[in-house]
């Protein structure tokens, strides 16, 4: 004779396992409101200072698509962190890294080849290195296949100007 009553509980486990699951991936990556400040690192832009911000970049990225440039950023986001004092994931938190020269925040291990680069990073550069980083600087530590369509470089990119404090 079968036991209904286990089954049940298989399966109102395997349920409340889901729904932890949909939960965790659900929750926003970003989004101002979304990302709890603390005392050591900072938080994203609300939506209006996200507004104000892109305005002030220079074109094209000033016309870009934050809300693309926010959802093609999560597939950067497995490995790096934006807000100011984020961790070091598997790549460096990006939070200045505009002007800054590349491989050089000094708690992260870069690979020699992105050190050797001489670059400073500006949107072009980042354009180039995330359309094909293993082509932009073979022998590259960062993993990512390339993200081939422009507009989605541009909104990325607009984005990550907007996030990590970008100065003209
Ligand atoms: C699989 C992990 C991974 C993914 C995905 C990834 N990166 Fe990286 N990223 C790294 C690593 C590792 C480095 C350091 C590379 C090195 O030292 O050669 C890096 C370096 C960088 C740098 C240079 C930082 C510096 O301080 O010089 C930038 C800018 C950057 N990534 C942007 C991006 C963007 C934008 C995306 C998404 C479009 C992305 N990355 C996706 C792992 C990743």
């Given at each position: 004779m079968r036991n209904p009553g286990l089954t049940f509980a298989v399966v109102a486990i395997a349920a409340a396992a889901l729904a932890a699951c949909n939960k965790s991936a659900t929750q926003p990556a970003s989004g101002g409101t979304a990302a709890a400040p603390s005392a050591s690192t900072g938080s994203l832009l609300s939506d209006d200072e996200a507004k104000k911000a892109l305005a002030a970049l220079p074109a094209p990225y000033n016309t870009a698509d934050l809300s693309n440039g926010e959802s093609k950023f999560a597939l950067c986001s497995t490995c790096h962190t934006v807000v100011e004092g984020g961790p070091n994931m598997t790549g460096p938190n990006l939070h200045g890294v505009f002007g800054r020269k590349a491989?050089?925040?000094?708690?992260f291990k870069y690979s020699d080849v992105l050190k050797a680069t001489g670059w400073t990073w500006d949107p072009q550069h980042v354009d180039t290195w995330i359309t094909d980083p293993k082509v932009a600087a073979p022998g590259t530590k960062m993993t990512f296949a390339g993200l081939k369509d422009p507009k989605d470089r541009t909104d990325v990119i607009a984005w990550l100007m907007v996030q990590t404090g970008y100065k003209p």
């Open positions: 491989g050089s925040k000094a708690d």
